[in-house]
């Protein structure tokens, strides 16, 4: 048997530093096994899925060096490999299992699904639906298909109480309780696929034999057992990752930690040495050591060796093994490429010589009026703020605001920037001059700069938001219930 694994990432939003860790472990796993590893992307949720996002993840994991011997850029011979393109075949699975009585049209309304649930709260029952709850008189059924309502299409699964085992190549055999499995949505009413058909169906298709994910996957794995049952399909193993935490031990969120892979970049982070630092996350060489390339990891690596407890994600920890990659693996020519490649190149100062050009008299002015495009988190101080009009309650709330409203930006240029924040100051019914001054602070450092906009732009995002957020922490932060507070004003300025 040839060894296959896969990551299967949803392109919404950044490329998240957990998704290459999951990367990191399939690829070892299957070269470690002479085998192969693909990329697959879960692009169902058409609302949320976008194409600058499934790019950026494309970018950032070839940036760490990752490879994939098949994937929606190099093609391969199961594509394709975007599940956007591959929906006829979802359907033809999904009335496959309805011919043969396994899964089941379900003509039921919001309104209904509420009722029921709250019928089985009432009666002490888990609130997973079943499909005895869900069935309908077969009048009834006749009558909603006549006038053409809309359906979906569900799994059947028991109705009786009672354990699920699955086999789990870390945790042995792991015990589910069928009376908290409901009958799960396959095939949603506009004919898209739910996450559980797609993948059974995709891994099988694409002769997947292992599949290494995270935790948060296990509870699943009951409604994929079953899948691969109906479908009378050998299933693959599965081995769920423990999750990326936080240092407080919380899972790692980018409220308490920036994940964007596209954040470490921009803070001048080696590819070299994040990847040998998720290599750390809950594995570890034979001898122990801390430092090793990608090729080093896949010649040792045994996936036993992974511990369960919840690696901690520290920024501190990976700084320090980065300053150790970069001492003992770069000579000054090989760091003076980098740093080139990283960003001292011509096309940065083409960026910004537009902006920093009228404020210059010597050369040397460039550097104090541009250094902040290339450095990382700022020193910024409570004094930083002094120049800004408002007390620090009222500096918060404009930070604050400013950045959910960047948070929620896809599509970063400056102009679409500058609608964002005039819209924000308008609503705010301040003037935005006063909007941009504390920006100014958080994003540049100083106010002798140039348009805060520009500077934002070319920061990008990542380095942006995460400024902004430092800026916040600076001024003492936002507590819980300011949160809510905040966020409570912010929702009724409406659709900004
Ligand atoms: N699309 C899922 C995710 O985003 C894949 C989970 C799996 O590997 O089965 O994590």
Same mark, same amino acid.
């Given at each position: ?270 590819? &070299? /040495?994040? =990847?040998?630092? !998720?290599?750390?996350?809950? %594995?570890?060489?034979?001898?122990? #050591? *801390? ?101 620090? &309650? /009222?500096? =918060?709330?404009? !930070?604050?605001?400013?950045? %959910?409203?960047?948070?929620?930006? #896809? *599509? ?85």
């Amino acid at each position: 048997m040839t060894v296959r694994t896969r990551v299967a990432p949803s392109p919404t939003g950044d490329p998240h530093v957990g998704t290459a860790y999951i990367a990191l472990f399939n690829l070892c796993f299957a070269r470690a096994h002479g085998g192969q590893f693909l990329l697959r992307i879960e692009d169902t949720d058409q609302t949320r899925s976008t194409p600058e996002s499934e790019q950026a993840i494309l970018d950032s994991l070839r940036w760490l060096g990752l490879t994939w011997d098949e994937g929606p850029d190099i093609g391969g011979d199961n594509g394709p490999y975007r599940q956007s393109e591959r929906m006829d075949l979802y359907r033809e699975h999904a009335d496959q299992l309805v011919a043969a009585g396994n899964a089941f049209r379900c003509y039921r309304t919001a309104a209904e699904l509420d009722a029921l649930r709250e019928a089985r709260r009432a009666g002490g029952h888990s609130t997973a639906l079943k499909p005895s709850d869900l069935r309908l008189a077969d009048e009834e059924v006749a009558a909603r298909e006549d006038r053409g309502d809309p359906y979906v299409i569900r799994l059947l699964v028991p109705e009786e109480e009672g354990v699920c085992v699955v086999r789990d190549m870390l945790r042995g055999d792991i015990e589910l309780d069928w009376g908290m499995i409901d009958a799960q949505i396959l095939l949603k009413s506009d004919g898209m696929p739910t996450y559980h058909l797609a993948n059974v169906v995709d891994d099988h298709l694409m002769g997947i034999t292992h599949v290494l994910r995270g935790e948060e996957w296990i509870n699943s794995a009951p409604k994929h057992k079953l899948l691969y049952e109906y479908f009378k399909w050998d299933m693959p193993q599965l081995c769920h990752l423990p999750l990326l935490r936080n240092p407080d031990k919380s899972k790692l969120s980018k409220r308490k930690n920036p994940t964007s892979i596209l954040y470490y970049e921009r803070m001048g982070f080696l590819p &070299e /040495a994040l =990847i040998n630092y !998720l290599g750390r996350m809950g %594995w570890s060489m034979p001898d122990e #050591r *801390e430092k090793f390339t990608l090729s080093e990891m896949i010649d040792d690596f045994d996936i036993q060796r992974v511990s369960l407890g919840g690696p901690i994600f520290d920024r501190e920890k990976l700084s320090w093994l980065n300053g150790m990659w970069l001492r003992e693996d770069f000579d000054d020519e090989a760091l003076a490429d980098r740093l080139v490649d990283w960003a001292f190149n011509r096309d940065n100062l083409m960026r910004v010589l537009p902006h920093a050009r009228q404020r210059m008299e010597t050369l040397s002015d460039l550097a104090p009026l541009a250094g902040f495009l290339v450095s990382g988190i700022l020193p910024l101080s409570e004094a930083s703020f002094d120049s800004v009009k408002g007390d620090r &309650e /009222a500096i =918060i709330k404009v !930070l604050q605001f400013a950045l %959910w409203r960047l948070e929620a930006r #896809r *599509e970063w240029t400056r102009d679409l920037i500058w609608d964002d924040m005039k819209g924000l100051a308008d609503a705010l019914d301040i003037k935005i001059k006063d909007l941009l001054a504390p920006l100014f602070i958080a994003i540049a450092g100083s106010s002798a700069s140039f348009s805060v906009v520009d500077s934002m732009a070319m920061l990008g995002p990542d380095m942006s938001r995460a400024r902004i957020r430092h800026a916040v922490e600076v001024l003492g932060g936002v507590s819980k219930k300011a949160a809510k507070r905040l966020d409570k004003e912010y929702m009724a300025l409406g659709a900004l």
